[in-house]
């Protein structure tokens, strides 16, 4: 079976995009924006990728467990055209992202360009610098090839779990499985449960267990800054937090400074350091880990925090410390192995562990080729994932459409290795690690999206106020540029009355709540700019 969509009178690129979840759809959007024609390949049944909660999980396809919450708002998670309904939570369920998704795919009408139960398994060079893509039909077993300008290799990074090895682990007679494969709480009650790894699906997975465990013992190497969904007057933290205004404050001032004042914040909420979760990293240098009930389950001691594991025994653990505690079940939470099966050698030698190659995150730097394979969604943003893989596709395909250029293979190679210089933690989830706002911002510019905001302060103040002092949320990058959308500054506006609208009884005054969420987040702003400039006087006065 082959599949070649190029048009004859037109003779347009055909772009073969891996994958139809979170990163794929937009992808998929952005190759017709820009006139090239595009094929997506998704290996199971449906759209949504990791955000399709499956029972029994499959090897090699990201999953959720049965009560996933998003970790971002939906205002904040949002693609930069497409809102979200004004009815939907504000942290949504795995199944209401599904659901966006759906929304979004049917929109735009992405769904004729996806071909379902299609496994890709190899991609190879042609002669002709184009792409050779083959797998199967899952259904069928039918074999499928394709021949393509362009690949956007869109299939996420959280499929093939990092399996580490501890001595003993193999003597272990209880159940050892990785978080990939964690469903429910349920299968874990009244057992004695270590969850080996405290990042995202960690302390979730231990904070969901401690309400029917025996007990849950959490053992991290570095510890966490926790931050929680919940922020001021009610409101989505991350709303308060990723602003342009606070964003100019931490450019202009001492990085000690701005990092001491956040840390002060987490600290309000509970005191990292007496709950021994303190790590030696800054607040500013890494993604927190978002969850509210943690430090009130680690208060009434149905979760224990514990070191780094030195060895298992048949019935017990044993910690670097040298205490040790019996544990029926091993849950390892120890993250993900950026692998690709299907890459041709030379690509795949790009993403290595602990380090990756990419020019912006997305081009393999440094190959006398032309650009044809891109990598989109293999980020791990400080703040919002979904709009920063709709940032990479748009800017992606302006290069594929040759509305852009690339720089030279040393300068691309040059800025990937001083990428990958600068990390606060040399692990392999921070190899790919950015901060939203700047990395935003410099995708934007590439494409002519970013928004003057000089301009927008004479012409429109009140937009201005809301995308500098408000949340700096993704419908800023639709107000000009390349397929600006004319209801980005409605979007904008509208924000507050629907971050306000599933929390206000039929009964009660829309308006008031709006008015209480906006200033809210102007209280916010002006609170920690408050707290910056005085840090910053006593500073000087010392």
Not at 348 to 361: M, N, P, Q, S
Not at 470 to 497: K, M, N, T, V
Request: proline letters at 6%; hydrophobic letters at 40%.
């Amino acid at each position: 079976m082959a599949h070649d969509g190029r048009n004859d009178e037109a003779k347009r690129r055909l772009v073969v995009v891996i994958g139809a979840g979170s990163s794929g759809l937009p992808s998929i959007k952005s190759c017709l924006e820009e006139g090239l024609d595009v094929v997506c390949f998704e290996r199971t049944e449906g759209l949504g990728g990791l955000w399709r909660y499956r029972e029994v999980p499959l090897e090699g396809v990201g999953s959720v467990a049965r009560n996933t919450v998003l970790n971002s708002s939906k205002e904040f998670s949002a693609y930069s055209d497409f809102p979200p309904g004004p009815e939907a939570p504000n942290y949504l369920h795995h199944a209401g992202m599904l659901e966006y998704l759906r929304l979004y795919s049917e929109k735009f009408h992405l769904e004729p360009h996806i071909r379902y139960n299609h496994l890709v398994t190899s991609i190879r060079e042609t002669d002709d610098c184009r792409w050779t893509v083959r797998g199967t039909d899952t259904v069928s077993g039918t074999p499928f090839e394709a021949t393509a300008d362009a690949v956007m290799v869109c299939s996420g990074h959280h499929a093939v779990p990092k399996l580490p090895s501890f001595p003993g682990l193999d003597e272990f007679a209880g159940r050892v499985i990785h978080a990939h494969d964690y469903r429910r709480a349920s299968a874990f009650e009244d057992r004695r449960v270590l969850v080996v790894g405290l990042g995202n699906s960690g302390g979730d997975i231990a904070a969901e267990l401690s309400y029917v465990a025996a007990q849950v013992y959490v053992s991290t190497r570095r510890g966490t800054w926790v931050a929680p969904r919940l922020g001021p007057h009610g409101q989505p933290m991350d709303l308060t937090l990723c602003t342009r205004a606070l964003n100019t404050a931490r450019s202009l001032l001492p990085f000690d400074l701005t990092a001491r004042a956040y840390e002060h914040r987490l600290n309000r909420h509970f005191d990292h350091k007496l709950y021994q979760l303190q790590p030696s990293h800054r607040a500013l240098d890494q993604q927190p880990f978002v969850n509210d009930v943690l430090p009130a389950r680690i208060l009434t001691g149905t979760i224990q925090i514990r070191g780094n594991v030195s060895r298992f025994s048949r019935d017990s653990v044993e910690f670097e410390d040298g205490s040790r505690v019996a544990v029926d079940d091993v849950i390892l939470a120890t993250g993900y192995v950026k692998k690709y099966a299907f890459l041709p050698e030379d690509v795949a030698a790009c993403i290595t562990e602990g380090r990756v190659e990419l020019f912006k995150f997305i081009f393999p730097a440094g190959r006398h080729r032309p650009p044809a394979m891109a990598f989109i969604g293999l980020v791990d943003p400080i703040g919002s994932f979904w709009p920063v893989a709709e940032m990479q596709a748009r800017y992606v395909c302006r290069v594929l459409s040759g509305k852009l250029d690339l720089p030279d293979v040393d300068r691309q190679a040059k800025e990937a290795a001083k990428r990958a210089s600068v990390l606060a933690v040399n692990s392999d989830r921070y190899a790919t690690q950015v901060h939203w706002i700047a990395y935003m911002d410099e995708l934007a510019s590439l494409i002519g999206a970013k928004p003057n905001l000089s301009l927008m302060a004479l012409k429109d103040p009140a937009l201005f106020r809301r995308c500098f002092a408000g949340p700096c949320l993704s419908y800023q990058f639709r107000l000009e540029g390349p397929h600006a959308w004319a209801g980005a500054r409605d979007a904008i506006l509208g924000s507050p009355a629907r971050v306000a609208s599933p929390l206000t009884p039929q009964t009660a005054p829309e308006d008031s709540m709006v008015r209480r969420v906006a200033a809210g987040a102007l209280d916010v702003v002006a609170s920690c700019g408050i707290m910056i400039a005085l840090s910053y006087a006593i500073s000087l006065a010392i």
